[in-house]
């Protein structure tokens, strides 16, 4: 009962349909519609009932089989039609009388009625509703940004990183359709070998596809080298596996290495870029750069 007063309390009228049921009682052994009617008067809105003009015609299973409820339901009705009401044949004539019934409310009992939001606002108030959407917008901003921030500015060294070993499978394929030969292995590197590879790139962001291939060529330099008698022609091709790939993604996201680059790009542009946080930078600065002796 609850929500349907505060229901109530916006209607500008109230109409009931009584049938042949008193309908789901309460525990003081009302109604939730005669509540609902009993609410709607006190509150002074104006109400209009339907009844029908056969009650007897209604078939018995479409009525109440308890006396006591058939007793409340008729003293509900007598109720209703000492107010403003209209008998009902069947559907057809009760959508009839609900729709002039209604008419006929709205003439004598003039009510606010629903307004729709963009006709309900004053220019004052739309330019005031703009500036508080601006004002929120640049807060949630600034939060965000704060919280990205305190984020980025720290690595989480709880995850492998540095000296600790990243397993990398990789697959080599050489050859031609015919006669093609696949070789997948798997290399050992660091932590700090593999950001290495990929972190200069993205100083200023860089795609998934680049970085992607950088440490392609990074594993397949070194694997070359291990294994210079391996054939270098045009079809052969090398790469490190998806599995792996997504594991080393992870990783240095979970270290807050890296993050989503935020540059604003072309509609077109349908690939996913990466940055070094602030903390990823100096990590990797810390690696290349190099100190004077002594110092």
Not at 45 to 50: A, K, R
Request: charged share 30%; glycine share 8%; net charge positive.
């Amino acid at each position: 009962m609850t929500l349907i007063r505060g229901v109530i309390d916006q209607c500008d009228y109230y109409l009931v349909v009584i049938g042949g049921r008193y309908g789901s009682m309460s525990s003081e052994g009302i109604s939730y519609t005669e509540q609902e009617y009993d609410y709607a008067v006190a509150r002074g809105i104006p109400v209009m009932g339907f009844v029908p003009s056969s009650p007897e015609d209604i078939p018995q299973g479409k009525t109440d089989k308890n006396d006591g409820a058939a007793r409340k339901l008729a003293s509900f009705q007598r109720k209703v039609q000492g107010r403003v009401t209209k008998d009902y044949r069947n559907a057809e004539d009760l959508g009839g009388k609900v729709a002039r019934g209604l008419s006929q409310l709205r003439k004598s009992h003039p009510r606010p009625g629903w307004v729709r939001g963009d006709q309900a606002l004053t220019p004052e108030y739309r330019t005031e509703l703009a500036e508080l959407r601006a004002e929120v917008e640049r807060l949630r901003r600034l939060q965000a940004e704060g919280a990205t921030a305190r984020d980025e500015a720290e690595l989480d060294l709880s995850f492998q990183h540095g000296s600790d070993k990243v397993k990398v499978a990789w697959i080599f394929e050489s050859g031609t359709s015919f006669n093609r030969k696949r070789v997948e292995q798997v290399s050992t590197y660091t932590w700090d070998e593999v950001l290495k590879a990929l972190g200069p790139f993205m100083v200023d962001e860089a795609s998934e596809r680049m970085l992607r291939g950088a440490l392609d060529t990074h594993v397949a330099q070194d694997v070359y080298r291990k294994n210079q008698s391996w054939p270098k022609e045009v079809e052969a091709s090398f790469h490190v596996s998806s599995a792996t790939w997504g594991a080393v993604l992870t990783q240095l996201r979970a270290l807050r290495v890296i993050a989503t680059g935020v540059k604003k790009r072309s509609a077109n542009d349908k690939d996913s870029y990466l940055r070094l946080t602030k903390a990823g930078n100096d990590y990797l600065t810390a690696l290349y750069a190099s100190k004077r002796s002594g110092a």
